[in-house]
């Protein structure tokens, strides 16, 4: 239940309707905070609101583009009910006075109050000043020269409140039944004209009055007299005060919004940098452990070095040996050989023939002598066995090594599943049957026998000097040449360290020293010492490729200008150029000459791996 209110702070003004001006009977809220009875503001939207798409609030003018459903203000209504047993027992209340037309937003206790001028009224009853300001009111609802309606069957009004209701129904049953006009709410018991929650606003440059609403048809500030004339009548009108609280709170939504946007991008930072970190302690993880690795591997050549070399050193120890214990063994024979015939000679020269013939049986018989003839001292080290066995292992170790950076890339790049240029699949459905001219090709290049391959020779073929041979630059043109359309082709560069790609004009010079660049007609992409590639225009555009590719695409569109090249395993752009193409072109090879002593590989022309 609610308490009872002090009759002190209550006056008529905070429990009267500002439709038919009686005291609440059963009080309703609209959305923008204003009360009504439930059959005035009915009875108005019926009459005034029902026939546009809109409805509006008599007293502030917002307007809600569909009809507010309305529920019976419980407080208000036992409030109300209060005030009327109040009144009915002869308590006496409060009048307000002054501050003149009430703002919408106004509030009861806002109001200055002053003395009254004249007796009370009795409980119920509207003073003579309001009463003959209602009927200038009504009359200005009316249109002249037509009749003022009353409701029929009811008796001529004889009291204010009775003339109350019948103004505002008689407003309301206007025969045009056009959308009332914005209402105002009436001077009551005021002294003064001026609004004094206008007092301190800016004011409208036309009207002077204050800019107390807002119009957001035209998004601009406008008066209570702008409401009414035809410029923004029916158009969306709020009070400003309002409009500047709602704009505030989505100031704060929009701040708070931001704010959540900069909390998303500062944990993005973060988890990158957190990611970066990561990284670097894995690359650091990954460092110390390839060189642990490598060193072990180090450590393992030089202890394998270490044994080969033992093994060296036993097998020339045990040669040296042998050669050592024969060489004694020759010196001892030597030496009594030696003895033996200096006997002889002594005896040859003796005088004694007595001792002669005792002593010769002995000195002539041969002495017991081993057989050199087949002794012989040999070891596999002077073939160079360990070293052929060495070579060829460390060959293909030290290829393996070379290849060990590639598959590190490869699986990284695997690892991340870099997404695929979808460019490359469809520029594969222009695939061409690309074979080489052989009478193109410069006197070192040989040339398969499907003539799909093409490798560098040590020398010059005796073959005929055609005038459309290249014979300074090791290059050599397909058969296939093209003037429109598009088309795309392939090829196997494996892992060649030197080699050129593209497309060159058919009038293109071919004799003696050759300069390669759009303008002299070549359009070709290379590599050079394994890792430096490049785009042959003049001076050379150097490129950036992270990983190495093994097969290259070539595609061109005749008609647009448009030659690409994409590393097919990837599926990734390398490099495209724009250009025109003044005559026929046809496909560019070379394989450059095998100087490294690694670029012996030839270029495969291939039929296009179709990737999904």
């Not at 503001?41 to 609030?57: L, N, V």
């Amino acid at each position: 239940m609610a308490m009872a209110l002090p009759a002190a702070f209550l006056s008529e003004d905070q429990f009267s309707c500002s439709i038919c001006l009686e005291v609440f009977n059963n009080p309703v809220s609209t959305p923008c905070g204003h009360s009504f009875c439930q059959a005035c503001i009915s009875s108005y939207w019926d009459r005034g609101g029902g026939g546009t798409k809109f409805y509006q609030c008599p007293l502030c003018k917002e307007s809600f583009r569909q009809r507010p459903e309305l529920h019976i203000n419980q407080t208000l209504r036992e409030i109300t009910e209060q005030f009327k047993q109040m009144a009915s027992t002869g308590v006496p209340l409060e009048r307000s006075g002054g501050g003149g037309a009430e703002h919408p937003n106004s509030h009861p206790h806002h109001h200055h109050h002053q003395t009254a001028l004249s007796p009370p009224p009795r409980p119920g009853e509207m003073p003579e000043s309001v009463f003959a300001e209602m009927m200038t009111r009504f009359q200005r609802l009316s249109t002249p020269g037509e009749p003022h309606f009353t409701f029929p069957n009811d008796p001529q009004p004889q009291s204010p409140g009775q003339v109350n209701a019948h103004l505002a129904f008689q407003a309301q049953n206007n025969e045009h039944h056009d959308p009332p006009p914005p209402y105002s709410p009436p001077n009551r018991y005021s002294v003064s004209t001026s609004s004094e929650s206008s007092l301190n606003l800016p004011l409208c440059p036309v009207h002077l009055r204050g800019l107390e609403f807002f119009c957001h048809t035209d998004n601009t500030c406008v008066c209570g007299v702008c409401v009414e004339t035809a410029e923004h009548r029916g158009h969306n009108v709020t009070p400003a005060k309002r409009e500047w609280q709602i704009k505030k709170s989505q100031l704060g939504i929009a701040d708070v919004e931001l704010k959540d946007l900069i909390c998303e991008r500062e944990r993005k930072v973060e988890e990158i940098q957190n990611s970066l970190r990561e990284i670097q302690a894995a690359a650091e993880r990954e460092t110390d452990g390839v060189v642990c690795v490598f060193s072990k591997l180090i450590s393992s050549v030089e202890h394998c070095q270490t044994e080969v070399l033992e093994v060296i050193e036993m097998r020339h120890r045990a040669s040296e040996h042998r050669a050592q214990t024969l060489l004694r063994e020759l010196e001892e024979e030597i030496v009594e050989l030696k003895k033996r015939s200096t006997a002889l000679n002594q005896l040859a020269m003796s005088e004694d023939y007595i001792h002669f013939l005792k002593t010769f049986p002995v000195l002539s018989t041969p002495p017991p002598a081993k057989n050199w003839s087949s002794v012989s001292v040999s070891s596999e080290l002077t073939s160079g066995v360990i070293l052929r066995m060495v070579s060829p292992m460390m060959e293909r170790f030290q290829e393996e090594m070379r290849k060990l950076p590639e598959v590190c890339q490869r699986t990284s790049v695997d690892q991340s599943a870099p997404r695929p240029n979808p460019k490359t699949r469809r520029v594969q459905e222009y695939a061409a049957d690309i074979t080489l001219d052989p009478n193109t090709a410069h006197p070192r290049l040989i040339i398969s026998a499907d003539a799909k391959q093409v490798h560098c020779g040590d020398r010059h073929q005796l073959v005929p000097d055609n005038p459309e041979r290249f014979d300074r630059v090791v290059c050599v043109l397909a058969q296939q040449g093209f003037n429109s359309g598009r088309h795309y082709w392939e090829v196997d560069v494996g892992g060649k360290t030197d080699w050129d790609l593209g497309v060159a004009c058919r009038s293109v010079n071919r004799k003696g020293k050759i300069t390669v660049s759009p303008t002299h007609g070549y359009w070709f992409l290379s590599l050079r010492d394994r890792n430096d590639y490049a785009f042959r225009t003049d001076p050379s555009t150097s490129l950036t490729v992270n990983l190495r590719p093994s097969r290259i695409g070539v595609y061109v569109d005749c008609d647009k200008g448009v030659v690409s090249f994409f590393n097919v395993e990837a599926r990734m752009l390398i490099y495209t150029f724009t250009d025109s193409f003044p005559d026929i072109i046809h496909p560019f090879f070379s394989p450059c000459t095998n100087k490294s002593g690694r670029n012996e590989a030839p270029l495969i022309i291939c039929p296009p791996a179709m990737t999904e």
